[in-house]
């Protein structure tokens, strides 16, 4: 495939408790109200026809998991689907309220950038490491592979065949790392290790404010349980999420899988396309 | 451009807070040289004769409040919902609403009309003590919303002030439906709370964008005494843990030509009838 400039890739498989793909089109509209000329690309073994995405793409070494819910094993293959040179990755079930167009001035200094850390609804960065734990365990980088920038280069090769042979090893890895044994291989600790091997400061932006995500978990929000949709408010105004009245500056990963449903109920309304899977 | 301050002051059973805000209105005069008026009622205004121009209103209660903290039978009821109607009462163009607890020792305030933010007040508290007492005040609510403090209080008339009192009234109006949303308790009402949201508000409910006043608003909280010992010098009692004998003890310190915002009433109520 010839790639083309840059662009916005999902990937959503969907699995018999959640509809990823549904999560993956809320993504992509929250994306093009801002953004109309940007890119999406979706890499999927579904068959989805929806003209919100520019590209649709399998998976070009096929599942890695047929027999799991779980469709983590498969995110390393981003780097061969692609359409683009330039590729931000994005987790399905998030959504983008605001343009951010200008990161891409700031990923070119590296030829991977992972997020690091994440930020409450009130946009503070959150010290709470309850979800983190094996993170501190093993002194992992913060890393959040949600978003994750990558440009088609020798480095990023390098990076998701180790991303992929860590997957493949798990059963290995897991003995070796602190608290491993708890941990089912999370693409987020996969890409933590990843990192700490070739090099942090080779995947990771320091001491810069993005790439960053608003994450939804309970307790990171002051919440009692998991579930904020159950304990928070939330309006749209187009592609802006306001929850408990606070706009949300940065992506937001809800979490909430059937969140999916609200927003594309709202969002349909400024779209004539509708989802045929 | 006209300048000034606006005290609202109601007694209750247990604090006479006009004749607090006269003291206040006084020192607002000789150190700083700005008219106050006094929103009150007319049982607070019969307490006592001023020269400060008076705004006779309803009073409006917030709900009951214990004013001796720590002990029991302080309960009166609080009128502290009235600062919705600062914009329509304030005589002047650019107005500090202030609490009639703030001892003013400086000319400190005269730098607040400087701003360019047509509404203005405290984000951080100092505490006069160095105890930390005012960590628990940095959020408001179950979800932890950032709290500011409507005891100082400065707008400037014009669409953005107005559209922030009409959304304090709404606000009051519906401070239930707010409860639930941010989670705190319905009763009594709070004005920190209704300013803070109201701040939100005028600012896109981009809480990054809200401004605060640039310094931290000096505080000795409602378990630290103030004495007057000078015209401007005040000794701090309080007590603290001793970490080496194990046990609490009383700490004093004194300050000299620096604002107190006095929450203790006792404390106020004996420094004005001095």
Redesign the interface.
């Known amino acids: 495939m010839n790639k083309e400039g840059k662009g916005y890739l999902i990937v959503a498989d969907n699995t018999e408790q959640t509809d990823y793909v549904d999560c993956a089109v809320a993504l992509a509209r929250s994306i093009k109200l801002h953004t109309p000329d940007a890119k999406i690309a979706l890499m999927t073994s579904n068959e989805v026809n929806n003209d919100i995405f520019d590209y649709v793409v399998d998976l070009p070494f096929g599942d890695q998991a047929p027999d799991s819910d779980w469709k983590l094993k498969n995110d390393w293959q981003i780097f061969w689907a692609t359409p683009f040179k330039e590729t931000i990755k994005l987790e399905a079930d998030m959504v983008v309220p605001h343009s951010i167009e200008h990161w891409w001035d700031m990923f070119r200094k590296r030829d991977v950038v992972v997020s690091v850390g994440t930020k409450n609804y009130l946009q503070q960065d959150t010290t709470v490491r309850m979800y983190r734990k094996i993170f501190d365990k093993n002194e992992l980088p913060d890393v959040y592979n949600a978003i994750t920038y990558f440009r088609y280069s020798q480095f990023a090769s390098e990076f998701f065949s180790l991303v992929r042979d860590i997957f493949n090893d798990w059963d290995n890895v897991r003995t070796i790392i602190k608290g491993g044994d708890a941990d089912p291989g999370t693409t987020d600790v996969v890409y933590a290790i990843a990192a700490k091997t070739l090099g942090i400061e080779n995947c990771t932006l320091p001491n810069t404010s993005y790439p960053k995500m608003i994450h939804m978990k309970g307790a990171i929000n002051y919440m009692s349980g998991e579930n904020w949709t159950e304990e928070l408010i939330w309006e749209f105004d187009r592609s802006n999420i306001r929850i408990n009245t606070v706009d949300q500056q940065y992506p937001v990963h809800y979490q909430v899988k059937e969140f999916s449903k609200k927003l594309n109920e709202y969002y349909e309304q400024f779209f004539t396309s509708t989802t045929e899977v | 451009m006209t300048r000034g301050f606006l005290i609202f002051a109601f007694d209750n059973e247990k604090v006479s807070y006009f004749k607090h805000a006269v003291w206040t209105a006084d020192r607002i005069e000789r150190f700083l040289n700005l008219p106050t008026t006094i929103v009150t009622d007319t049982k607070s205004a019969e307490t006592q004769t001023t020269t400060h121009d008076l705004i006779i209103t309803d009073a409006i209660s917030g709900g009951q409040r214990n004013f001796d903290l720590g002990q029991c039978g302080g309960e009166a009821k609080w009128y502290n919902v009235n600062r919705y109607q600062a914009y329509d009462h304030s005589p002047y163009d650019e107005t500090i609403v202030l609490d009639s607890d703030y001892i003013v020792n400086s000319d400190q305030l005269l730098k607040v009309f400087d701003t360019h933010h047509d509404v203005l007040f405290h984000r951080d508290v100092y505490d006069i003590t160095g105890r930390r007492g005012a960590e628990n005040y940095r959020t408001f609510g ?5 709290h500011y403090w409507a005891t100082v209080l400065f707008f400037r008339k014009g669409k953005e002030a107005q559209n922030f009192f009409q959304c304090m009234d709404m606000i009051k109006s519906n401070y239930t439906h707010y409860s639930k ?2 989670k705190y308790h319905r009763l009594p009402y709070r004005s920190d709370y209704a300013t803070s ?1 109201a701040l ?2 005028i600012y ?5 964008a809200m401004p605060t006043i640039p310094w931290l608003l000096q505080t000795a909280f409602s378990d630290v005494k103030v004495i007057k010992m000078g015209d401007t010098e005040y000794k701090i009692v309080y007590e603290n843990w001793n970490k080496i004998t194990d046990e609490r003890q009383k700490y004093e310190i004194e300050v000299k030509d620096m604002d107190i915002h006095c929450i203790d009433k006792h404390s106020f109520e004996a420094i004005v009838n001095e």
């Open positions: 179950h979800h932890n919303f950032p949303i941010y949201i939100g508000m896109g409910h981009r809480i990054d």
